[in-house]
């Protein structure tokens, strides 16, 4: 093998092998937060995303949780039959359909975002050596200039957002309601 | 929510999401790169383990893979009856079995690391352009310090280590056969 494509392939599977391992943990340890919600991990990150937009077009979803389509459907017509969740339109666009969760579903996000505890998020825990150093968490600005190369704006917006975990449940009534 | 649990979960979400994007994005390349070998992302990761390192234990390539034990044990099991690799003992130690590519094994990796094409893989050609500023690739020091954490000093070290797609087909042999 010729060191140029040595080089590549070896950058390559470091990057491949650094995402994996990342995204294992980070699976696991998200898994066994929201288990006793009896919400699998699309579910939860469907009706977090649709809570932080304010009600989120499937593709939405699909595209700020790196999930397919008929993922991203799928999960959120199941959240609908359980009542978490309802497909409708917002009064300023009437051709889109937006999933807005219910009152009920608003309770049992922010359930889970109260009992999530960062000791049992190992990504999080292995943050903190840099954080000592540093003063602050990690910006991975390499990582999100790639990842701005492989989704879009938007995608990274969601990080920035000042509406993160935005709506309360029983706070006032929305104008797609 | 308090702004110091608010400002936690929001690293951890990023850091997940982060997680999710790159990995999904890589998991899709790499099952379109092997995919005409009749080989899955799990039993290409161990062959290319077992190369990596001259016969590797299950418990290795659960490691190194990061991959469930029983996971590696199965795919390996599978490559064992397409006569890609074999399950054997290592001169210098005899207690442990060591997952060896058969000649067969070898040539078939080697091919797929041949046609390898980094412009089909969309997380390198997204570095691209921080190669282009900086006048090499990333090296992700915060990541690597965080899965650092995760995994173990090893894990790490399978990239800087020499022996990258050490072995060729054909090669002389080796003790442990």
Known sequence: MEPMAKHSMLYSY???????AMWKSVEKDWQNWIKPFNLNLNEHHILWIADQFNGASISD?????????????????KLEKRGLLTFSK????????????????????????RV???QTFNVYQGSLPIKEIYGRFP??????????HLYDDDFIRQFND??????KPSSKQRSYL
Chains 1, 2 share one sequence.
């Not at 790196?66 to 459907?73: G, I, L, R």
């Not at 000042?162 to 709506?167: Q, T």
């Open 14 to 20: 470091k990057l491949a092998v650094l995402s994996k």
């Open 61 to 77: 979803i699909a595209s700020y949780g790196a999930m397919h389509v008929s993922t991203a459907f799928n999960f959120s017509k």
């Open 90 to 113: 917002k009064q300023e666009d009437k051709r889109n359909t937006y999933v807005c969760l219910t009152e009920e579903g608003k309770i049992l996000l922010h359930e889970t975002l």
């Open 116 to 118: 999530f505890n960062e």
């Open 139 to 148: 910006e991975f600005s390499e990582l999100v200039s790639i990842v701005r």
């Open 162 to 167: 000042d509406s993160f975990i935005s709506s």
